[in-house]
Nanobody, 126 residues
């Protein structure tokens, strides 16, 4: 497994932007797909965005498509989630995750990710 530490969460107003970071250690992300998930109070964890191991393919939940962008920096072994036009419904704890096997595709199935960060809180007020 890889150790993941998220940062960059905080308080925002509707329409603001935030950039989440996820620093990885213990495994290079060069050959692993990564993803961001979120969990709002009283709700199940949901998929937000995924990035192929090569970085060229991105998938998004419909609710964030066009507003969020996932990327990574292999030299820094880090994954990012740039969030624009934030909405109150984006309020949640955001988690980054890494697929269990190298070269697998990113997807929305949380059980196929074997490494998770501790999460970072994002709160968006109206």
């Amino acid at each position: 497994q890889v150790q993941l530490v998220e940062s960059g969460g905080g308080l925002a107003q509707a329409g603001d932007s935030l950039r989440l970071s996820c620093a990885a250690s213990g495994r290079t992300l060069r050959t692993y797909a990564t993803g961001w998930f979120r969990q709002a109070p009283g709700k199940e964890r949901e998929f937000v965005a995924g990035l192929t191991w090569g970085g060229g393919g991105k998938v998004y939940a419909d609710s964030v498509k066009g507003r969020f962008d996932i990327s990574k920096d292999n030299d820094k072994n880090a994954v990012y989630l740039q969030m624009h036009s934030l909405k109150p419904e984006d309020t949640a704890v955001y988690y980054c995750a890494v697929r269990a096997r190298p070269y697998d595709e990113p997807n929305a199935r949380a059980h196929e990710y074997d490494s998770w960060g501790q999460g970072t809180q994002v709160t968006v007020s109206s």
